[in-house]
């Protein structure tokens, strides 16, 4: 009953009995105990045409939202959602620590939500531009890798706003929009390097939650000997002053006049697709990232000539990361109000839990 209408939006007792398979008096009973539950409302319209009008339910407002924050480097970016993915509110915050900007944004597009009387929060899903403990939700600092973000402890910092908050790196939540594709690997190319990997409609996550941290990777360095991946824009010089972070801006203007450098780059992300392909044989690679283009043609043509090719592309955009924590935001929200009314009034009155949940921390 409440599964149809998670997906359906609005319905008639009549046509909630047809889509679970139960009687209408049945249907009916169990509508007016959501009701009382406070978790379907009567939308105040009717059907019309021919025969007798009935009412027409939908869910309450007060099954609740969803927060879905995206941490980088430049900023925090997060919306509001509801149980079907609509967005209610969005915010942005560039000015301070990233904990205080995570708190700000996520209290002010909450506002908005206390204002509408959308209440409760029941959860939220955080991305962070940084290796993340699947198990603590903190970022991680790994030698020699950068430290985009910092310190940050996300639940900590969402404590007083959410109990349910769980935390993964971006190119996780934008390998989280590949899910259905079968088994695809994923290497974002950006200041910092990443990697994931899809397999049986979930993302790979490791242990502690750092597989995909491919700056250790050992690659064919510029002069052709075995190095780290993330030394390699050491040696050619487009790392940012006094970090390991890449200088994408320095990157770019560089590989756009010197072949020899964007050669070096798409041997050292060749050799990363090698290794990916070597231990999880996905059907094809998608890389993505502010310089994925840039060498995507060079590394094609390296991979062709490996031992195992695979097909490399670059279908991703810039907002796959964002769309990825909303889609978890979502799915975690629905199964948490399907998970409540289970306990409530038992499954008989909500159906099947609706689409799939892979939450990145637990």
């Known amino acids: 009953m409440l599964t149809v209408l998670v997906h359906e939006r609005e319905a008639t007792r009549a046509s909630l009995a047809e ?4 009687s ?29 009008s009935t009412a027409i339910v939908r869910l309450a407002p007060q099954v609740g939202v969803a927060l879905a924050l995206v941490v980088a480097p430049v900023g925090v970016s997060g919306v509001v959602v509801d149980i079907h993915g609509d967005e209610i509110a969005r915010a942005r915050s560039v000015d301070g620590p990233h904990e205080q900007r995570l708190t700000r944004v996520a209290e ?7 204002r509408d009387g959308l209440v409760p929060v029941r959860c939220a899903a955080v991305s962070v531009a940084d290796p993340v403990d699947r198990h603590t939700g903190r970022a991680v600092q790994l030698p020699d890798e950068p430290f985009l973000v910092g310190e940050l402890d996300a639940r900590a910092a969402l404590a007083d706003l959410c109990d349910d908050v769980i935390v993964d790196n971006d190119v996780n939540w934008a390998a989280n929009t590949l899910v259905e594709e079968g088994c ?3 290497i974002h190319l950006g200041e910092g390097l990443g990697a994931a990997i899809v397999e049986d409609g979930r993302v790979l996550r490791g242990g502690r939650g750092l597989a995909g941290e491919i700056g250790h990777i ?40 010197d072949d020899s450098v964007r050669q070096a780059l798409a041997v050292a992300v060749s050799a990363v697709v090698a290794s990916l392909v070597g231990w999880a044989d996905p059907s094809k690679v998608v890389v993505t990232g502010p310089w994925a283009k840039q060498v995507a043609t060079a590394v ?3 991979v062709a000539r ?6 490399v592309v670059t279908a991703l955009d810039d907002d796959a990361t964002a769309r990825g924590v909303r889609l978890a935001a ?3 929200l629905q199964a948490t109000v399907l998970g409540v009314a289970v306990s409530n009034l038992g499954r008989e009155q909500v159906g099947a839990r609706p689409g799939r949940i892979e939450p990145a921390t637990s």
Request: proline residues 6%; charged residues 25%.
């Open 218 to 257: 050992v690659v064919p360095g510029p002069d052709g000997t075995a190095i780290p991946f993330t030394e390699v824009f050491a040696r050619l010089g487009l790392r940012q002053p006094g970090s390991s972070a890449v200088d994408v801006e320095r990157l770019l203007e560089v590989t756009a006049s």
């Open 108 to 114: 002010a597009v909450l506002a908005r939500v206390s």
């Open 330 to 332: 979502v799915e975690r």
């Open 300 to 302: 094609r043509a390296e």
């Open 24 to 52: 209408r008096p049945t249907a009916a009973t169990s509508v007016s105990r959501l009701v009382a539950a406070g978790l379907v409302e009567e939308t105040g319209e009717r059907t019309s045409g021919r025969g007798r």
């Open 19 to 22: 889509s679970a398979g139960l």
């Open 184 to 186: 695809v690997g994923l």
């Open 306 to 311: 490996s031992a195992r090719p695979v097909d």
